[in-house]
Each structure stands twice: as structure tokens, then as C-alpha cells.
């Protein structure tokens, strides 16, 4: 059974960091891409960043120099670190993992709430 299992989300103030965590189970999680999304009330999800299988990462252009992804294979974990948040950053995130042509799994999402 294939199960992504977000951890780590919670409530910081503006300028505080957060560690998300996607643990991964049921399928081959190195072969896998994954990408760490969010979304905000009544908008669709949209991409935050990404690291492929051989571990290239990619970053949308507002959290650029703040978010690191990072994977390890062995325990079958993403993080995403999370530096210098702000309120904008507030989300739902999810974890997803996708393979191609067809395989794409998420997780069930963790909230990510910046305020004072």
C-alpha cells in the first residue's frame, strides 16, 4: 500500500523556520521525483519545489534562497526546510511522488501557518 505521510507543519511566527517531513512507503521511493506543492484557500496547488531521483532540485522563484529540498533514499524521507517565513507562506503543503508515465501518489498534507 502506498502511503506519503506529512509531518512537521504547524505555527511559526514571521522570520521562524520550519522542517517538513514526507515519509514514503509501498513503492520505490528512488525512483521517484519529489515535489513538495501548496495550496491556499479556494486557489489550486501549486509547486514549491522539487528534486529528482538523481537529486537535482528546482525552487519557485519566492522561495528561492529560504526553502531547501532535500532527499534521502535510504530512509525514504523528503524534507523541505523552511527559512525566513513569512506570512505568504501560509499553506497547506503536500508531498507528492511521480514516476513516468503514470505513477503519481500525494500525501494527505500538512498546515503551515506564519503569524505573530
Known amino acids: 500500500q502506498v502511503q506519503l505521510v506529512e509531518s512537521g507543519g504547524g505555527l511559526v511566527q514571521p522570520g521562524g523556520s520550519l522542517r517538513l517531513s514526507c515519509a514514503a512507503s509501498?513503492?520505490?521511493?528512488?525512483?521517484?521525483?519529489m515535489t513538495w506543492y501548496r495550496q491556499y484557500p479556494g486557489k489550486w496547488r501549486e509547486l514549491v519545489a522539487s528534486?529528482?531521483?538523481?537529486?537535482?532540485?528546482n525552487y519557485e522563484d519566492s522561495v528561492k534562497g529560504r526553502f531547501t529540498i532535500s532527499r534521502d533514499n535510504l530512509k525514504n524521507i523528503v524534507y523541505l526546510q523552511m527559512n525566513s517565513l513569512k506570512p505568504d507562506d501560509t499553506a497547506v503543503y503536500y508531498c507528492?511522488?511521480?514516476?513516468?508515465?503514470?505513477?503519481?501518489?500525494w500525501g494527505q498534507g500538512t498546515q503551515v501557518t506564519v503569524s505573530s
Open positions: 507528492n511522488a511521480r514516476r513516468l508515465p503514470s505513477d503519481v501518489y
Open positions: 509501498g513503492f520505490t521511493f528512488s525512483s521517484y521525483a
Open positions: 528534486i529528482t531521483s538523481t537529486g537535482v532540485s
